[in-house]
């Protein structure tokens, strides 16, 4: 079966350290999401990628890395440097990201909490 | 700016019944699309509904339609027969085909039995 997924489902971590999430797609699409969603909240874009060995800062990017040397991984780090990180995120792609037509299909979410 | 509202964060409905939630949306662009997600209390968003700006009809997928009202930039989403398993959050999500979707706050919705 196509899909997303994310590992691990639920993730601690203790301050000062990095940690890494891992989304991974059988789709076969272009573009790639990662969403952090803090609790009663919407979502908020940390990154994209258009396309393998390309991505773009979304509204939160700050404290977190990713990377895309495969078209079917899209893995986010989470860095020491991020203050809160304590959240759900979400992995999504679609087939392309400049389609008005967007549906983003989504992982099932990693819960990260800082100890 | 662009920017997308949903005024109610929680609704109650009762079962069997139809319950709508309120999606506004504001942009100076005319080619555009709406989107609305389910999202369990699992956390895993599903894909319910899409609207295109310039569909003249509204859009329909099974128990589900949206409402579209291009002039007064809204997309509310109705949920025909309320089933128990219908109790979520309700996000609604616009995309102008640039690389970026705008998401609502969300709506939580509680089907009584």
């Known amino acids: 079966d196509g899909g997303i997924t994310q590992s691990p489902k639920y993730l601690f971590r203790k301050e000062g350290q990095n940690v890494t999430l891992s989304c991974e797609q059988n789709?076969?699409?272009?573009?790639m999401y990662w969403y952090r969603q803090d609790p009663g909240q919407g979502l908020r874009l940390i990154y994209y990628s258009q396309i393998v060995n390309d991505f773009q800062k979304g509204d939160i990017a700050e404290g977190y890395s990713v990377s895309r040397e495969k078209k079917e991984s899209f893995p986010l780090t989470v860095t020491s440097a991020q203050k809160n990180p304590t959240a759900f995120y979400l992995c999504?792609?679609?087939?392309?990201?400049?389609?008005?037509?967007?549906?983003?299909?989504f992982g099932p979410g990693t819960r990260l909490t800082v100890l | 700016a662009q920017k997308i509202t949903q005024t109610q964060p929680g609704m109650f409905v009762q079962e069997k019944e139809a319950v709508t939630l309120d999606c506004t949306y504001d942009t100076s662009d005319q080619s555009y699309g709406l989107f609305w997600y389910k999202q369990p209390s699992s956390g895993e968003m599903i894909f319910l509904i899409y609207q295109g700006s310039y569909d003249e009809q509204n859009a329909t997928e099974g128990r589900y339609s949206l409402n579209f009202q291009k002039a007064r930039k809204s997309a509310n989403l109705v949920i025909s027969a309320s089933q128990l398993g219908d109790s979520a959050m309700y996000f609604c999500?616009?995309?102008?085909?640039?690389?970026?979707?705008?998401f609502g706050a969300g709506t939580r919705l509680f089907v009584k039995a």
């Open positions: 789709l076969n699409h272009d573009a």
């Open positions: 999500a616009f995309h102008t085909g640039g690389f970026k979707t705008i």
């Open positions: 999504a792609s679609s087939i392309e990201a400049g389609a008005t037509l967007n549906e983003q299909f």
